[in-house]
């Protein structure tokens, strides 16, 4: 809530997303459910990657937004040099061709702070945003956690109508009855009206992010609205796309997920389905909202080899004395690129190895000297790699395999060589049934564990 210079009160709710290239979900729940969008743009850093992506959502949401060009206050910033990166990116504001309105803040000396709320109030008035009183309450819901004290949570933004303390609330295929009702700052409060954050603790389930809640005055009229969500088979899917899923003749590593609310939940599973390799791939076994408890480590220990990863969330200490005796490896992280780090470091260790041929070298036969029964005495030139004495040898014409042969003796010049290199002429005892002739390949081969 804010004082304007005019006298009238205004109330702006400002939902924040994570930069991170694994929340774009949740920056594109935010892009959905805002009234007005910022483009934040660092005065020191110009348009990143990030910023191209949230200005898409923008675009594809057609909201109204405005630009706020922050740390100006540092040496580094440079303004002019922001505005022209914005202009080749797209977006032409106000002074550079184009109508999109611009403030330059800095949130250390508080800089244009006011010139930027009062920007807000002013496309909020020509847009001419209303909602309805006399309806019950909706919104949408943008985060859930499990509560450790009270249950199953959910934080919301009401988009129409006012949300009561002895309501009911349906979102997806959970219900809730309404007795705690908090706004942004934790307070117990009695209702809230549209453009409010609520908080809502006491769903029977997780409710899903991203969906629209609403409020009834009858427990039966929110039992009947998430019975009809469930069977349009909208409920959130326990196997969502891009998890990767254990394949026939590759192998698993089995994981279980923690993570402090749902919205994290959701990024981890859709990194962990980005980082499948050639013989192994990620398989999640278990994945929930809360911190890591001994269900969790009896989880891991009935599929042998899992392990759990707990994302910004607590490790009970009765789960982590069950995890020490039995040998379960807990890993908890609290930046995600450290928890696909070490993800993908399991995913290398564990991969199945296998024995592939490798080749190190090939001649081209130039011409046969001499053949008595299973030796041959011939000269060749090395076309890649090396040749050395004791290769085997795979005998290759016309790009295809003939037999198969093994170097006794090796020379360079008539003189003894352990191995001769690319460009380099030898004369060579092979040892081999196939008979050789000039202008085959040999390719030198070796078996190597991958």
């Not at 804010?2 to 949740?26: C, M, V, Y």
């Not at 117990?188 to 409010?196: A, D, G, N, P, Q």
């Not at 909208?234 to 089995?254: F, R, Y």
């Not at 995913?347 to 199945?352: D, I, K, Y």
């Amino acid at each position: 809530m804010r004082q304007r210079k005019d006298g009238k009160t205004s109330r702006i709710t400002f939902l924040d997303t994570p930069g991170h290239e694994a929340f774009k979900n949740i920056r594109t729940r935010g892009a959905s459910v805002a009234d007005i969008a910022v483009l934040i743009v660092a005065g020191d850093d110009g348009v990143k990657p990030q910023t191209l992506e949230v200005l898409k959502y923008i675009l594809e949401s057609k909201l109204p937004y405005l630009v706020a060009i922050t740390k100006v206050d540092k040496s580094s910033a440079d303004v002019t040099r922001t505005k022209q990166s914005l202009a080749e990116s797209g977006v032409l504001v106000e002074g550079y061709g184009g109508d999109v309105s611009v403030v330059e803040v800095s949130a250390k000396t508080g800089q244009g702070v006011e010139e930027f709320l009062d920007m807000i109030d002013l496309i909020a008035e020509m847009e001419n945003f209303s909602g309805n009183m006399d309806e019950n309450g909706s919104g949408v819901i943008i985060e859930a956690n499990l509560d450790p004290k009270r249950g199953v949570a959910a934080t919301g933004i009401v988009k129409n109508g006012i949300v009561r303390k002895g309501m009911f609330a349906a979102c997806g295929d959970s219900t809730m009855p309404i007795r705690f009702l908090l706004d942004a700052e934790n307070n117990m409060v009695e209702e809230l009206s549209f453009s409010s954050p609520v908080r809502l603790i006491g769903w029977d389930k997780l409710p899903p992010i991203g969906e629209e809640f609403k409020t009834f005055l009858k427990k039966a009229d929110a039992e009947e609205y998430a019975r009809e969500f469930a069977e349009k088979g909208k409920a959130l899917n326990t196997n969502p796309k891009g998890l990767a899923l254990e394949s026939e003749g590759v192998s698993s590593l089995s994981l279980i997920i923690k993570a402090d609310t749902a919205g994290s939940l959701e990024a981890v599973r859709s990194e962990i389905g980005k980082l499948s390799r050639e013989r192994i791939l990620p398989r999640v076994i278990l994945a929930s909202v809360g911190s890591v408890g001994e269900n969790d480590v009896k989880a891991a220990l009935a599929t042998p080899g899992s392990v759990i990863l707990a994302f910004h969330t607590k490790i009970d200490s009765q789960a982590a004395s069950l995890a020490e005796r039995t040998g379960v490896e807990i890993f908890p992280f609290d930046i995600i690129y450290e928890l696909t780090d070490k993800t993908t470091e399991l995913l290398a260790t564990r991969e199945p190895r296998i024995e592939v041929e490798e080749i190190s070298g090939s001649a081209k036969v130039l011409k046969l000297f001499s053949t008595v029964k299973n030796k041959q005495v011939l000269g060749a030139r090395v076309v890649t790699g090396f040749i050395a004495k004791g290769n085997n040898l795979r005998i290759m014409r016309r790009e295809a395999e003939i037999g198969r042969g093994k170097i006794k003796e090796l020379q360079m010049a008539k003189v003894d060589a352990p191995k001769v290199e690319e460009g380099s002429e030898f004369g060579a005892l092979i040892e081999s049934k196939t008979e050789i002739a000039p202008g085959d390949i040999l390719e030198a081969v070796s078996m190597v564990i991958k």
